[in-house]
């Protein structure tokens, strides 16, 4: 990364330096730095695991800030050979009652591990600070069914960070797995953003389509990210296997980042193709440097999608990516740099969509 780096090592806190794997309890010195943020996780929410702890996770890695996303198509989608595909067709209603279920979920698991929601710029504030919070995300709008009116009781439920598509079909738009349909963005989707935007939720485009990200870039002046998987030179078609796929061209991940978005870095891996660049902790570190180059370092982020990447991921704790910003710690990033990558930038742009 020659333009970005100059070399030189440089002072942080003492805690930063090269964090062990192991996950003490709450009376501990202080959290390392710099803070992490992570744009789209499930760890603790999708699977029933007792001992996840995150709030203890977060606070033994200095992770402030985790968008914790529930997936309100699971019921109807299964993993296949070639990825992730639809299964089912939900009835009218199925959809909102399961985000309904899973809010409840969501909430119940806060309450037991004593994390707050982050709802306002303050809230994102703090958790930046060292007071770990969660930011309510949904991993699609399908369980709007179709009405943006919707939008204001999720917004009052504590959602703050909105995917529009995801694995089933959408009347909001195409997915990048399978078959276009819309051909770009249909209306009800621009009502969706618009919805976004004047509520303060933050418009998530991953799983997107390219017609319908530029689309969706031109219509409005949401603040939006693109909260999890990789850039790849020629970007994906529908019909290559899914980890392909879900990929970003360049030059649509610099269009998401002059908009003053952000990328973030899935732990997806794929051990048959040589040619994937995160096959370990070290390799998404240096994949994290190769986007900055690609798109600037102030339009990076982490977003893990920690326990929904896969069987084989390579991250599966917040200690796992403590590990991945220590080595980048050591690679010598200026400073500033560094607090973007891991964190500010995520909180940056959630702050403004929060403020719309």
């Known amino acids: 990364m020659t333009q970005l780096l100059d070399r030189r090592r440089f002072a942080l806190l003492a805690g930063a330096a090269l964090f062990g794997s192991s996950l003490p309890g709450r009376a501990q010195a202080p959290a390392p730095r710099p803070r992490i943020a992570d744009m789209h996780s499930h760890l603790g929410l999708l699977k029933p695991v007792p001992d996840v702890r995150l709030r203890e996770q977060m606070e033994a890695t200095g992770t402030g800030l985790v968008a914790w996303a529930l997936v309100d198509d699971q019921p109807w989608i299964r993993s296949t050979g070639a990825g992730i595909a639809q299964v089912g067709e ?3 209603g199925d959809l909102w009652n399961w985000f309904l279920r899973e809010s409840r979920v969501l909430d119940a698991r806060l309450l037991r591990w004593g994390l707050p929601k982050a709802l306002t710029p303050a809230d994102v504030d703090a958790a930046m600070a060292g ?12 369980f709007l069914e179709g009405d943006p009116g919707r939008l204001a009781q999720a917004h009052a439920m504590g ?10 079909a959408s009347p909001l738009g195409d997915l990048q ?7 770009g963005m249909p209306a009800v989707a621009r009502e969706v953003i618009e919805g976004c935007r004047k509520l303060g939720i933050l418009v998530d485009l991953a799983h997107s389509t390219p017609d319908f990200v530029d689309q969706a870039l031109e219509a409005s002046q949401a603040r939006v990210v693109w909260s999890h998987s990789w850039i790849r030179a020629a970007g994906g078609r529908w019909q290559d296997w899914g980890y392909i796929a879900r990929s970003l061209a360049p030059q649509q991940a610099r269009k998401i980042a002059a908009r003053g ?12 193709d040589s040619s994937y660049p995160i096959y370990s902790i070290r ?15 102030q339009a990076v982020g982490f977003g893990t999608d920690l326990d929904g990447a896969g069987p084989d991921p390579v991250l599966a704790t917040y200690a796992d990516l403590r590990e991945v910003v220590n080595l980048l710690v050591q690679r ?21 969509a929060m403020a719309a």
Do not use: F
Not at 133 to 142: L, P, R
Not at 159 to 168: A, D, G, P, S
């Open 159 to 168: 959602l703050r960070h909105l995917q529009l598509v995801h694995y089933i």
């Open 332 to 352: 010598g990033l200026p400073e500033a740099m560094l607090e973007g990558i891991c964190g500010g930038n995520y909180a940056r742009v959630l702050k403004q």
């Open 261 to 272: 978005g952000v990328i973030g870095l899935w732990s997806v891996r794929a051990r048959r």
């Open 177 to 183: 797995t399978t078959a276009p349909r819309h051909n």
């Open 131 to 142: 007071t770990p919070h969660v930011v309510m995300a949904s991993e699609s709008a399908n």
């Open 90 to 92: 939900p009835r009218p």
């Open 283 to 297: 390799a998404y570190a240096d994949e994290i440097v190769r986007m900055a180059d690609i798109v600037g370092p």
